[in-house]
């Protein structure tokens, strides 16, 4: 009787053993699958802020840096292939000298990179040159420009940073400007598009740049959707419904009507983007700083101390990798797998990333996430580039007509 228990208790613990090891053997092998697909996939970025970053404190981001969210080492861990980087201009400088002096020399800082590690970056102006630059082992370095007031309203200008690479412009950033209204800014001068961003839409199809909507007013995006004769793209923005009254992310309606145009919306990790508590903890601290400020001045210890206390008490609440998945599946939910990208906004939302995302290296996470959420090798490839690579094509095509 004895013997037969011990018996039938080995072969229950030996059981529970292969159980176990199989359970720890298929966590793995995501872990692994996840690794691979980043590793085997072209992964395009729609939107890293490294010309600014390196223009504030320069660092050299052909190696390991110390802070910041990009630089090559953990570039090539997280699988990245293609970030956009982002010839960021302020608002304040709109449609001035120093806005076009400014892109310039952010253009030349990308060049600069490059000729530093020509082993390891290269320039990309068309989608050729991204696959082969990935099949060559090195990180391409498309450029997009984030708010078109460098053009200083010149379809001259336009081209000359056509000739130096910029791929897309983002019309507008944080206030209306001469091309087009901002989400950011209640002041609506336009309506949406100037005359001249209307004109320079046209241009910007006959060139081959990539109209993009992230930032601009609704009525704008309305009026550059139609009247773009290629596919537009969103290069770091999320989903409305996630951060109600946030008009810089994207609502339903929009999403349909970028969808209809064959279009793509690459979603912004930035806690404050895909997080509503994110973003509110953030609005009220504003507004409360601001209260305080319009009596003491905004340079004033009350402002520095309240600031202090909030922070302190209650800690941001950042979102995660799931909130971000959360966005993604929306999107697909609402107008399927082919009109979601990726635009973390990496060096520019400070250190607002979300937990399980917080520098280039973590693109692994995201796959893993999409796995374990049952999205296919397919899907997940569409989602890392092939979505965003189409309508680049789709832009490429249309410029390069008869
Ligand atoms: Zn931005």
């Known amino acids: 009787m004895i013997e037969k228990k011990k018996i039938v208790f080995l072969i229950c613990s030996f059981l529970a053993l292969s159980a176990c090891t199989a359970t720890v053997k298929e966590q793995e092998t995501i872990k692994e699958k996840a690794n691979r697909i980043a590793q085997d996939t072209i992964i395009l970025d729609g939107h890293i802020d490294v010309p600014y970053r390196v223009n504030n404190k320069w660092v ?30 302020p608002a304040s400088l709109d449609n001035s000298p120093q806005s076009t002096k400014l892109a310039d020399q952010l253009i030349d800082s990308v060049e600069a990179i490059v000729a530093r590690a020509p082993d390891k970056f290269a320039i990309a102006y068309r989608v050729t040159d991204v696959e082969q630059h990935f099949k060559a082992g090195k990180i391409s370095l498309p450029m997009g420009m984030e708010n078109g007031s ?27 400007n ?3 209204d901002s989400s950011y800014d209640l002041r609506r001068q336009w309506n949406g598009l100037s005359p001249f961003g209307k004109e320079m839409i046209k241009e910007m199809n006959s060139l081959g740049i990539i109209v993009d909507i992230s930032h601009v007013s609704d009525a704008a995006f309305y009026q550059a959707v139609e009247l773009s ?8 923005s999320s989903i409305r419904k996630f951060t109600p009254g946030f008009e810089r992310n994207m609502d339903d309606e929009m999403i349909k009507k970028l969808a209809e145009h064959d279009g793509v919306i690459m979603i912004n990790f930035g806690s404050g983007f895909v997080s509503g508590i994110a973003r509110k903890w953030r609005d009220e601290r504003t507004k ?23 922070n302190e008490d209650s800690p941001y609440p950042f979102a995660t990798l799931e909130t971000v998945l959360d966005h993604i599946d929306h999107v697909v939910a609402l107008v399927g797998i082919e009109h979601v990208g990726i635009g973390s906004d990496y060096d520019g939302v400070g250190d607002s990333l979300p937990v399980g995302l917080k520098d280039v290296s973590t693109f692994p996470n995201l796959v893993e996430g999409l796995l374990a959420r049952g999205y296919s090798e ?10 965003a690579l189409r309508v680049w094509k789709a832009v490429e095509a249309f410029a390069d007509r008869p």
Do not use: C, W
Not at 229 to 236: K, Y
Not at 293 to 308: H, L, P, Y
């Open 60 to 89: 050299d981001v052909t190696k390991a840096t110390k802070g910041g969210d990009f630089d090559y080492p953990r570039a090539v861990k997280g699988g990245l292939n293609a970030p956009f980087m982002s010839i960021y201009v």
């Open 150 to 176: 460098p053009v200083q309203g010149s379809l001259d200008t336009l081209k000359h940073f056509y000739d130096r690479g910029i791929r897309y412009i983002t019309l507008a950033h944080s206030q209306s």
């Open 178 to 180: 001469h091309i087009s």
């Open 229 to 236: 004769q290629a596919p537009v793209f969103a290069s770091h």
């Open 288 to 310: 409360q700083a601001n209260d305080l400020a319009s009596v003491f001045g905004a340079d004033s210890r009350e402002v520095k101390d309240f600031i202090t206390k909030y």
């Open 378 to 387: 397919t899907d997940i490839k569409l989602i890392l580039s092939g979505n």
